[in-house]
């Protein structure tokens, strides 16, 4: 069954279920239920009388946030960790696999420089980025989208934003190369931190969903550790593209060139089904970055 990219059951919405399913685990001390159907998912949790949930959990989740700024190039040493085994034991095949030789480091930002490239040039990822960002203070106060202050974008680069933003403008602008100006951008980054962590298992869904979990747990580890983290799904969203069919035929021998690459860092095992679940960008934070409003969990639920 084709669960689309972003749909109830796609890869992007079955690790939000994971994460999700690990924060109510760690707020309350148990492990929902979850119920995968043919056209969407439940989590289920049972209680005699609602327990109070930990406040030091709460405060751990709370504090999880996205650090788009730049990072010191130190090198990641995470308490606990040896790679390539997850701090837990992994489940269906799922762990996390710690990058922090300068070498490995610098194919990931290939990696992301790669499958950015053709991001820039998907008209779908760039109306839906644009229509996720938040410009004023009314906005970001809804809470229910992406703060453009959180960006690490140089002076101007707000108003180069809203130029961009019309998908017809940024397409003419490609022919000029704009999307390898800003795929460079945003490897650069990458390339230049202390570290990356790769979450890697199986594509089926269960192996998403547990890839879901252990994205929670290494971010709230890493915190807790002192680092930032910047998530990247870009590298995953294009090797479903290029999976599914979807990605434009241009991009698809670049792409292939930089996920074998990557695959081959990682020691994927791609005959028994491995894949990339999300790539995260840490080190210690060379500044304190601006957080996006989140909504207020009674909204979520009277909704």
């Not at 994460?19 to 049972?46: C, K, N, T, Y």
Request: aromatic share 8%; with cysteine; hydrophobic share 45%.
């Amino acid at each position: 069954m084709d669960h689309g990219l972003f749909g109830p059951l796609g890869h992007a919405t079955l690790i939000s279920a994971g994460a999700m399913s690990e924060s109510m685990r760690q707020l309350f001390g148990e492990a929902p239920e979850m119920v995968i159907g043919d056209d969407g998912w439940a989590l289920r949790q049972h209680f005699q009388t609602l327990p109070e949930a930990s406040g030091v959990a709460a405060g751990k989740l709370l504090d999880r946030h996205t650090n788009r700024y730049p990072y010191a190039r130190e090198a990641v040493s995470w308490p606990g960790f040896t790679a390539p085994t997850a701090p837990c034991p992994p489940r269906f095949g799922t762990r996390a696999i710690l990058l922090s030789d300068r070498a490995a480091i610098e194919e990931a930002g290939a990696a992301v420089r790669a499958c950015s490239m053709a991001r820039f040039n998907c008209r779908e990822l760039h109306e839906w980025l644009f229509s996720s960002l938040r410009w004023n203070e009314r906005e970001v106060a809804q809470g229910d989208g992406m703060d453009v202050a959180t960006l690490h974008l140089p002076p101007g680069g707000r108003q180069f934003m809203r130029f961009i933003a019309p998908w017809q403008r940024m397409e003419f602008l490609n022919k000029f190369g704009l999307h390898r100006l800003m795929a460079v951008i945003e490897a650069k980054l990458v390339g230049e931190s202390g570290g990356v962590v790769a979450i890697v298992g199986s594509g089926d869904d269960p192996g998403i969903v547990e890839a879901g979990k252990a994205l929670l747990g290494c971010w709230l580890e890493l915190h807790e550790s002192g680092y930032a983290v910047h998530p990247y799904y870009v590298v995953t969203d294009i090797a479903n593209r290029l999976a599914s069919g979807r990605l434009d035929p241009r991009w698809r021998s670049a792409a292939s060139s930089a996920l074998a690459k990557m695959h081959g860092v990682l020691g994927i095992d791609e005959k028994a089904g491995e894949r990339i679940h999300m790539l995260l960008r840490v080190g210690k934070a060379k500044r304190e970055a601006p957080r996006s409003a989140r909504r207020a969990i009674r909204q979520l639920m009277d909704n």
